[in-house]
Nanobody
Framework: QVQLVESGGGAVQAGGSLRLSCAAS????????MGWFRQAPGKEREGATG????????YYSDSVKGRFTISHDSAKNTVYLQMNGLIPEDTAMYYC?????????????????????WGQGTQVPVSS
């Protein structure tokens, strides 16, 4: 079992920054990679970024590349998502998730590669 708890969301104006946190606990074999997904109102959930703990490799979707940064603190079992240059199109519920696989590249952005472990989400509304 893996437990994931997101925090750090909140209202922000366009151009602003936020840092989301995802605190993980439980079975480490089920979280060799972790990802951040987001779901905007009326849209499907999409992968934003992921990280593989084996080699700290990361991957970003084109929509967030250059603005968002994923990182992790192994001592705190926490994954972060630093979001800079936020735009209204970033408005969404943000979820973190864990995978027992060592994911590479675009595989980090596919929800089918993650286990059934998802956090409850944290809302990020960006106003213009």
């Amino acid at each position: 079992q893996v437990q994931l708890v997101e925090s750090g969301g909140g209202a922000v104006q366009a151009g602003g920054s936020l840092r989301l946190s995802c605190a993980a606990s439980g079975d480490t074999y089920s979280r060799r990679s972790m990802g951040w997904f987001r779901q905007a109102p009326g849209k499907e959930r999409e992968g934003a970024t992921g990280i593989c703990f084996f080699d700290s490799s990361t991957y970003y979707s084109d929509s967030v590349k250059g603005r968002f940064t994923i990182s992790h603190d192994s001592a705190k079992n926490t994954v972060y998502l630093q979001m800079n240059g936020l735009i209204p199109e970033d408005t969404a519920m943000y979820y973190c998730t864990a995978s027992g696989f060592r994911l590479i590249g675009t595989a980090m952005l596919s929800s089918q590669n993650y286990n059934y472990y998802w956090g409850q989400g944290t809302q990020v509304p960006v106003s213009s």
